[in-house]
């Protein structure tokens, strides 16, 4: 009975996400827009009103409107990507982290973007679910699903050639706790050029979370302004 919750709790949590927007074959981002070495920098101006090093969008504005009327916290938990690097054709591991949040949050689904010219490994071509292999943060957890979107992106991420994966994870019985979530995988490009940064970040939709156990927004607004982005160089 425990396990059948933890199902149908994980599928609400995907649809809340926005994952049918990942599952759905549509026309593919790629063949609108073409892969350039342009997608290893970073989007844009900066904005010290926003989480460090992520990719600066109209995403980010959302989660100023958003919680626009939420009060803030002095301190609470903070979400990275690692900075690491990888020779040209070579797979960079990826990994998300999070601090501050040690026995306090219950549920999360998150956007990472990177490059269009990188390539996120799968542990499934047909359903896009992404490989990744889960951290300390999330060793008590009730499921976990990591999903590539690679089908009907937003305008914003085909104009910055960006793409993004997704990942969720619940707790039933337990909470998460601090160090990393997981790692995922990415291939560098075989003709990448030594030197070469492709930035990392986090690209927010209205339906992303960050749950503590009483659901405050607070917490969740802490969260989503906190954020620092990562990077793979070309070594």
Known sequence: ?????????M?????AAGLTGCMEKKQPASSVKKNTETS???????????????FISESMELVKLKY?????LESGPELSISNTSAKPGEIAKVTVSVKGAKDKWSMCGIHVTYPDVLEC???????????YDPGEAVAKNSGFVAMDWRENLMDELIREHQRAFFFTTMFIDSQGGDGDIATFYLKVPDDAQVGTVYNLGFFYTDSDMFRDLEGDLSFEKYAFTHMTGGSITVK
């Open 121 to 131: 490994q799968l542990e499934n071509e047909e359903k896009y679910t992404a490989k």
């Open 68 to 72: 626009a009327d939420v009060p803030d």
């Open 40 to 54: 290893a920098t970073s989007a844009s101006s900066a904005n010290d009103t926003l989480p460090k090093g992520e």
């Open 1 to 9: 009975m425990k396990h059948k919750f933890a199902a149908v709790v």
């Open 11 to 15: 599928a609400a949590a995907m649809a």
